[in-house]
C-alpha cells in the first residue's frame, strides 16, 4: 500500500512539475507577442513621423524654399516600412 501512495505522489509531482513548466513557456510566449505588438506599433508611428517630415520636406523643396535637396528620408521610410509585417499577418489585440 505504501509503495501504490508512493507512486501517487510521485506522479502528481511530476504532473504539477509539467503545469508549471507549461505555464511558465505560456508566460514568456504572451511576453514575447505583446512586446512583438509594441516593437509594431512603435515602427508604424515612426513611418508615419517619418513620412510627414518627407512631405514637409518635398512641398518646401517644390515652393522654392530650399535650393539644393539631399534627403534620405525616401530611404529610411523604406527601411522602416519593411520592418512592419502586412497586416494580415499583424498579430491582433
Known amino acids: 500500500m505504501e509503495a501504490a501512495d ?21 508566460g514568456l510566449d504572451y511576453v514575447t507577442y505583446r512586446s512583438l505588438q ?15 517630415t518627407l512631405d514637409i520636406t518635398r512641398r518646401l523643396f517644390d515652393t522654392g524654399s530650399r535650393r539644393s535637396w539631399t534627403c534620405s528620408a525616401p530611404r529610411s521610410g523604406a527601411t522602416t516600412a ?12
Open 38 to 52: 509594441q516593437r509594431i506599433d512603435l515602427a508604424t508611428q515612426n513611418l508615419a513621423a517619418q513620412q510627414g
Open 82 to 93: 519593411a520592418t512592419i509585417p502586412p497586416s494580415s499577418s499583424r498579430p491582433h489585440r
Open 6 to 26: 508512493a507512486s501517487l505522489q510521485a506522479a502528481e509531482e511530476s504532473r504539477n512539475s509539467v503545469l508549471v513548466s507549461l505555464m511558465a513557456e505560456v
